[in-house]
Nanobody
Framework: QVQLVESGGGLVQPGGSLRLSCTAS????????MGWYRQAPGKQRELVAS???????NYADSVKGRFFISRDNAKNTAYLHMNNLKPEDTAVYYC?????????WGQGTQVTVSS
């Protein structure tokens, strides 16, 4: 089994920055890819950034140039660096990884962008 624990969310003004962290209970990110998703009230969960086990990254058009995904395999931790935050970025953010058996999700962390 794998547990994913997230941290780093909070309240920030437009234009501000936050870094989200996702720490796994054991080393998995070296062999499995992972992604960051978000879900706003009344909307479906959407993929915002992903990274493969080989290090290739992809981003949703709405966050390109502002969000950056990274991984530290030694620390079993993945990150989402969020810059120039906008009110429409407000959502609960979740990290996810998929093993051979199933998907694992973090508990979610709230990001609120408001003046």
């Amino acid at each position: 089994q794998v547990q994913l624990v997230e941290s780093g969310g909070g309240l920030v003004q437009p234009g501000g920055s936050l870094r989200l962290s996702c720490t796994a209970s054991r080393s998995i990110f070296s062999i499995y890819g992972m992604g960051w998703y978000r879900q706003a009230p009344g909307k479906q969960r959407e993929l915002v950034a992903s990274i493969t086990s080989g290090g290739s990254t992809n981003y949703a058009d709405s966050v390109k140039g502002r969000f950056f995904i990274s991984r530290d395999n030694a620390k079993n931790t993945a990150y989402l660096h969020m810059n120039n935050l906008k009110p429409e970025d407000t959502a609960v953010y979740y990290c996810k990884t998929t093993t051979i058996a199933r998907e694992y999700w973090g508990q979610g962390t709230q990001v609120t962008v408001s003046s």
